[in-house]
């Protein structure tokens, strides 16, 4: 099946959409070093992205009409700098908000499907209206905005289309989920706009996710098979006052009430790599698997403890937020996580290389969507889509 990425960055999202069984015929972004990052691995032959036709540049001078009706997919997440907790909050009045290229490209190219994806910020009360305007243009995107319209105007005019009875262009489904949910070592809350076209009468639901943090607090705090399984010493075996008092309820629901599989820890995504501070030499045969020195802590960055999901990785506006991106030891010491490690928890092929400075390649990770998520949310579309066909 065939799709086209957009806002690519270092291709998480597309990596997970191949591993769905999907082929991107063209995958654009205009970022220098996750374009080196994408063609440094093309050139090594990683398979998953080998056979990428890469567009390097502005998306805004990319024209889709030639794949009009010729692709299932489009996907992408658009640069969420402009919603992002960590950013500067503009919105749309912010240069790097393309969510209008978005909506282009499904506008000229009719798309079966598309996945887009977005940072939570985006479903703060202050951008409810926004994300309202966001909705309606990936429901209607025929109903461009014109040439001397502003987007409250433009949003007006999708209400009205909306709500005369006007036949949808896209069924869409809008979700918030937490990646811990799906299987990935890392709390990241991400949100999702999912939409099927109309002449298709597909029914979907976001499939739901098969770990929670109950499974993993039983496993801990209850039976204790999650330190046995890991061969954790009785010292290091650290829970939270809230993990506690959850194992208190959960002693008195049973096992039975938990229907999930445990989180996965930061500790379960590290397990077989060498200590970077203490095993240099060995480190130093993985890729971008390099210690890097000054990790300390201050009033809220306190780092990733080892026996629960990191916490979420962060790009920064000014490079990268020490406290974020830090393992936090039983002991309570605290070290950076190395470029291999993020992207552990960020559930990239370990044969997958990344292209620039720590600095630089965290941003990347720290931008990038979970591997395993993208893929879970796209095989389920791709099943819906081969089913249709059928």
Not at 52 to 81: A, N
Not at 138 to 144: K, R, V
Not at 317 to 324: C, I, L, M
């Amino acid at each position: 099946m065939k799709s086209i990425e957009l806002f690519a960055g270092a291709g998480g999202l597309g990596i997970g959409t191949g591993k769905a069984g999907f082929r991107p015929v063209e995958v654009v972004e205009w970022d220098d070093y996750c374009v080196e990052t994408i063609r440094e691995n093309q050139g090594r032959d990683v398979s998953i992205v080998k056979g990428w036709s890469l567009v390097h540049g502005d998306v805004r001078d990319v024209s889709f009409t030639r794949w009009e009706g010729k692709v299932e997919l489009i996907s992408g997440g658009p640069p969420c700098q402009p919603f992002s907790l960590g950013g500067k909050h503009r919105a749309h009045r912010d240069d790097r908000d393309l969510w209008s290229q978005a909506v282009r490209a499904v506008r000229e190219s009719r798309p079966r499907a598309f996945i887009f994806e977005n940072v939570k910020g985006l479903t703060r009360a202050t951008f409810a209206t926004y994300l309202s305007y966001i909705q309606l243009q990936l429901q209607y995107p025929s109903l461009a905005r014109r040439d001397a319209e502003d987007w409250q105007e433009h949003l007006g005019r999708l209400e009205r289309h909306h709500t005369s009875g006007a036949p949808l262009e896209y069924r869409l489904v809008t979700r918030l989920v937490n990646a811990a949910d799906y299987g990935v070592p890392q709390r990241r809350e991400r949100v999702f706009f999912v939409g099927f076209r109309e002449d298709l009468g597909v029914e979907w639901s976001f499939p739901d996710g098969e770990f929670s943090a109950d499974a993993l607090i039983w496993e801990q705090a209850v039976t204790g098979e999650y330190w046995e399984r890991l061969g954790v010493a009785k010292r290091d075996r650290v829970l939270s006052p809230r993990a506690e008092a959850r194992a208190r309820t959960l002693r008195k629901l049973g096992r039975e009430a938990i229907a999930t599989k445990a989180w996965r820890t930061v500790r379960e995504a590290l397990l077989d790599l060498p200590d970077p501070e203490h095993q240099p030499h060995a480190s130093a045969l993985l890729l971008n698997h390099r210690f890097q020195g000054g990790a300390r802590t201050y009033p809220g960055h306190t780092g990733s403890p080892l026996d629960a999901p990191a916490k979420t990785l962060k790009a920064g506006v000014h490079g990268v937020p020490g406290g974020e991106n830090m393992l936090l030891r039983p002991d309570g010491s605290v070290r950076y996580f190395t470029v291999r490690e993020s992207a552990r928890l960020q559930t990239f092929p370990d044969d997958y290389k990344f292209h620039g400075s720590w600095t630089e390649t965290m941003r990347q990770l720290g931008n990038a969507v979970p591997v395993r998520l993208a893929e879970t949310v796209a095989r389920d579309v791709a099943g819906h889509l081969k089913a249709v066909a059928a």
